[in-house]
């Protein structure tokens, strides 16, 4: 009897041991996938400023321990330019069950926030999200599922460039995407702030990248300068607008960096990496359980990036002021 015990005391401990262990190495397995949180990145269109976002978003995950393959599952989407798409790709995120998304442009954002209001979105390059519909303010004080950074600066900062570079302005063009929240309310800025500077807007309307060469070729001859707000459409065919411009003597005052390594005189806007490493803290807050969007009030950068392209001052014929910090870039052809 006392044998039997033993031995039925040893087969029990076994089983119990191997059943512990395999407790383990289970709960590991699951521990594991538990941890791995899974971003859906929605993006408008590639264009330098865009990917700019992105890649500081990816960056800011990096240095704080969030690394895609590891503990995390990026997953990019593209839309290409199409409004549809973008709500297709929301729609998949959600399906999916991501645990946040990354919009970067407003079309982005709204077609996340339209696909759901309980994953947490982040937003970025986003001029006015309230307008937007996206938050009810910047503060987000009644804030639900949405937060993110802004890339909205003053008008009067981005065209201070005009008394800047001392140009001969007086009547101002616009090329904008009649589709676009965000540019409506930019140009609507740019028509205020030339009554109180009695400069002449003449806006040009376009819907789709077809339409831009008539419609930059259209303001050739009729206007003293060219202003390109933060336009997804307009932003993504800047090397053909800027090659036009350039070859009639327009100087192109951009939004952002972007446009002038693709051909613009010179932008006074707000650099897009970091603006994407900002939101990427935000995420790696709501990742870490430490805030939800609604916690979060929207972000922006107000000091302006002074930046001018070497090969398009050469061809104009203007000289990099002496008395101002100017970053300096050159064309980058494809």
């Known amino acids: 009897m006392i044998k039997n015990s033993k031995l039925t005391?040893?087969?029990?401990?076994?089983?119990?041991?191997?059943?512990?262990?395999?407790?383990?190495?289970?709960?590991?397995d699951t521990a594991s996938s538990d941890e791995v949180k899974k971003i859906g990145i929605t993006q408008l269109v590639e264009h330098p400023s865009?990917?700019?976002?992105?890649?500081?978003?990816?960056?800011?995950?990096?240095?704080?321990?969030?690394?895609?393959?590891?503990?995390?599952?990026?997953?990019?989407?593209?839309?290409?330019?199409?409004?549809?798409?973008?709500?297709?790709?929301?729609?998949?995120?959600?399906?999916?069950?991501?645990?946040?998304?990354?919009a970067v442009s407003t079309p982005s954002a709204q077609a996340a926030y339209n696909a759901t209001k309980d994953i947490p979105i982040l937003f970025t390059a986003v001029?006015?999200?309230?307008?937007?519909?996206?938050?009810?303010?910047?503060?987000?004080?009644?804030?639900?599922?949405?937060?993110?950074?802004?890339?909205y600066l003053s008008i009067d900062k981005s065209l201070s460039l005009i008394d800047t570079l001392k140009l001969d302005v007086k009547t101002i063009g616009v090329m904008y995407s009649t589709s676009e929240v965000n540019s409506k309310v930019q140009v609507d800025a740019l028509k205020e702030y030339a009554k109180t500077?009695?400069?002449?807007?003449?806006?040009?309307?376009?819907?789709?990248?077809?339409?831009?060469n008539q419609a930059i070729s259209s303001l050739v001859g009729k206007v003293d300068a060219l202003y390109v707000p933060t336009d997804n459409l307009v932003v993504s065919s800047m090397p053909i607008i800027a090659k036009t411009a350039n070859e009639n003597n327009l100087p192109i005052l951009a939004s952002d960096e972007g446009s002038v390594t693709s051909g613009a005189l010179a932008c006074a806007?707000?650099?897009?990496?970091?603006?994407?490493?900002?939101?990427?803290?935000?995420?790696?807050?709501?990742?870490?359980?430490?805030?939800?969007?609604?916690?979060?009030?929207v972000e922006t950068m107000d000091e302006p990036v002074i930046t001018m392209n070497e090969d398009t001052m050469?061809?104009?014929?203007?000289?990099?002021?002496?008395?101002?910090?100017?970053?300096t870039v050159t064309t980058e052809t494809n």
């Not at 900002?278 to 805030?291: D, F, P, Q, R």
């Open 9 to 28: 005391s040893l087969l029990l401990a076994g089983i119990l041991g191997a059943s512990l262990l395999t407790g383990c190495s289970g709960g590991g």
């Open 50 to 102: 865009l990917d700019q976002t992105r890649e500081g978003f990816i960056k800011a995950l990096e240095d704080n321990g969030y690394k895609d393959g590891e503990n995390i599952e990026i997953d990019y989407q593209n839309a290409q330019n199409d409004n549809p798409t973008s709500q297709t790709i929301a729609s998949n995120f959600v399906n999916d069950k991501k645990d946040l998304i990354y």
């Open 197 to 212: 500077k009695g400069y002449t807007v003449v806006e040009k309307g376009i819907s789709a990248s077809s339409e831009v």
């Open 269 to 297: 806007g707000v650099d897009y990496y970091q603006l994407g490493y900002k939101t990427g803290e935000m995420a790696v807050k709501i990742l870490k359980g430490e805030a939800t969007p609604a916690d979060l009030a």
């Open 127 to 151: 001029t006015d999200p309230v307008e937007a519909g996206l938050v009810k303010s910047l503060d987000n004080k009644d804030g639900g599922n949405v937060s993110g950074t802004s890339d």
């Open 314 to 327: 050469k061809t104009l014929s203007i000289e990099k002021p002496a008395d101002v910090e100017v970053k």
